[in-house]
């Protein structure tokens, strides 16, 4: 469980404003434990740092991955939404969103 205080930390980057080096420290994480179970949550960090860093189709796919690992959460469908409209791709923002909000709606 050494690797996840890397994965903490490149959260950390990220809100201090270092995406590039968040998405590193992600990268080496995923290296170190390419199961953890957190997995997911560092797909979706370096998913919103690549959006910062204006690498839209990069983000797409690490949300994309994000998703395919856990799509139990609704925020990462909104990261994606927001990604797809930035490259271009209405159509699947539009069904990204649509996610979204069914994730909101109370059973």
């Not at 992600?26 to 910062?52: H, I, M, Q, Y």
């Not at 860093?53 to 856990?70: C, E, F, K």
């Not at 539009?94 to 979204?100: A, K």
């Amino acid at each position: 469980m050494r690797w996840r205080p890397i994965g903490l930390l490149a959260l950390a980057y990220f809100n201090t404003g270092e995406p590039e080096a968040a998405i590193t420290l992600v990268e080496k994480a995923l290296r170190l434990s390419p199961l953890d179970a957190l997995r997911a949550n560092w797909f979706g960090v370096a998913g919103l740092c690549s959006v910062t860093l204006h690498r839209d189709d990069q983000a797409v796919d690490w949300l994309r991955r994000s998703l395919a690992v856990s799509d139990k959460g609704p925020t990462v469908h909104i990261f994606l939404a927001g990604a797809l409209g930035l490259i271009g791709n209405d159509a699947e923002a539009r069904d990204e969103l649509q996610r979204y909000l069914a994730c909101q709606r109370p059973e």
